[in-house]
């Protein structure tokens, strides 16, 4: 890549945060790049830091200020341990967690966001709602929603890439494409077709066989990377099959690209993809670029599957 990778951090030092810096190890990201570590501390300073913002000032209290540096060089510690090459920085938020990184992100324009998710096991509920909902809808870039799955093992990555034979499948495919993947790392690319989305049984089978023509010419794309693929096409409901797959197989990461929305409803992230966000207990990546690409449009492909 010409131009350094850039990421964009939130973090507030908890532990869903520090996983979310444990799994970068395994998102096949460049040895240089520039990173920006919104540092967030508590609520209350939030809160505190958002009326003074309306009443003209930027000031906190000195605890508050000091809790937000203190998290800020935990989180640059970790960084600069992990990624020596990266080009690091932190910023102290001011606001709330989804308009910080909201602003940041429309001033830097980074390539991909990263945020830590409380886990659905820990919480005793699927929880995907609210600052996080909010970024991974608006967000113009890649976003990826870290759980930590896998930090603490030493096998090669396990990415799960998701198509649909959309214009979309290709913004997925140069997400995984894209990385600097350790040899051994493992693709698998998978494609769910829904049964009820036909009238008739044969069609199904038709739409089977050109995922599986989609698949060998993602394969091929991959080829070029150290990572070696697989494939899985199978029928079922989307969002259902990909979590039972992934809780099979576990891998590091799901990919998959979310279809564009109306500015209407940009704050919608509903069907499959919000599924997926909320019940994975690996690391999910919303990959997104500029305009969806056509190279994919000319092959036969099954009905997309996603933000049904």
């Avoid at 308009?99 to 998710?117: E, F, T, Y």
């Avoid at 991959?222 to 079922?236: K, R, Y």
Wanted: with cysteine; charged share 25%.
């Amino acid at each position: 890549m010409n131009r350094r990778m850039k990421i964009l951090i939130g973090y507030d030092g908890s532990h869903h945060a520090n996983a979310a810096l444990k799994d970068l190890l395994r998102a096949g990201l460049p040895a240089e790049a520039k990173a920006v570590v919104m540092s967030i501390s508590n609520s209350s300073f939030a809160e505190k830091s958002v009326r003074a913002e309306r009443n003209g000032k930027m000031d906190g209290s000195t605890e508050d200020i000091e809790v937000a540096a203190s998290i800020a060089k935990q989180a640059s510690d970790i960084i600069r341990e992990n990624f020596p090459g990266w080009n690091t920085r932190v910023d102290l938020a001011v606001g709330s967690t989804a308009r910080v990184v909201a602003k940041k992100s429309g001033q830097w324009n980074p390539n991909l966001i990263v945020l830590g998710l409380e886990d659905a096991s820990e919480s005793g509920r699927n929880y995907f709602g609210g600052d996080l909902r909010r970024i991974a809808a608006e967000a113009k870039c890649s976003v990826r929603v870290s759980r930590g799955f896998n930090t603490e093992t030493e096998g090669a990555p396990r990415v799960l890439l998701c198509v649909d034979g959309s214009p979309y499948t290709e913004t997925a495919l140069k997400a995984v494409a894209s990385r600097d993947w350790p040899k051994g790392t493992e693709v698998r690319i998978l494609t769910v077709v829904n049964p009820f989305d036909y009238s008739i049984p044969e069609f199904v089978d038709k739409a089977m066989e050109r995922a599986e023509s989609l698949h060998r010419a993602i394969a091929n794309d991959l080829n070029p990377t150290p990572a070696f693929t697989s494939s899985v096409v199978c029928e079922g409901e989307p969002a259902m099959m990909i979590l039972s797959v992934a809780e099979e197989w576990k891998p590091d990461c799901i990919f998959l690209a979310p279809h564009r929305r109306s500015r209407a409803s940009r704050l919608l992230l509903n069907g499959v993809t919000e599924t997926v966000a909320a019940r994975a207990k690996c690391a999910v990546e919303l990959a997104r670029s500029g305009a969806p690409h056509d190279s994919y449009l000319r092959m036969p492909a099954p009905t997309p599957i996603f933000n049904r």
